[in-house]
């Protein structure tokens, strides 16, 4: 994909992002997986460890989308709201544990978006 935002409510599994550049993802999901893509920023919920692979310039924030039956949605996912690690990324790329990776960062506050549907 590229140039593209995808907006997704509570997912009870994974989510696989492949190949993305200079798009906007909001998911919330148990897992997710983002190989080869570039220049991207990720609004999560994810329950695990985010894992990015072959990634550059991948930006991280907390899950900002907003609709009526989000709390249902959640429910019906058996995800837990209460749990999000939203900031801890795992990349296969960058295995050094003394410095931080340069193929990820977290989205400064003053760059979020929140969507309300």
């Not at 993802?25 to 695990?48: D, G, K, M, N, P």
């Not at 072959?54 to 989000?70: M, N, Q, R, S």
Request: charged share 20%; hydrophobic share 35%; proline share 4%.
């Amino acid at each position: 994909m590229k140039n593209c935002t995808v907006l997704c409510g509570p997912v009870c599994r994974s989510v696989f992002v492949h190949d993305s550049v200079n798009c906007k993802f909001v998911v919330a999901c148990q897992q997710l997986r983002i190989h080869t893509s570039t220049e991207c920023q990720f609004y999560i919920h994810v329950t695990s460890r985010a894992i990015i692979e072959e990634c550059e310039k991948v930006y991280f924030a907390p899950y900002a989308l907003t609709y009526d039956g989000l709390d249902q949605d959640y429910e019906v996912s058996g995800l837990q709201i209460s749990k999000n690690s939203w900031n801890d990324i795992d990349d296969f790329d960058w295995l050094a544990k003394d410095r931080p990776s340069p193929n990820w960062s977290l989205l400064p506050e003053s760059e979020r978006i929140t969507w309300n549907l």
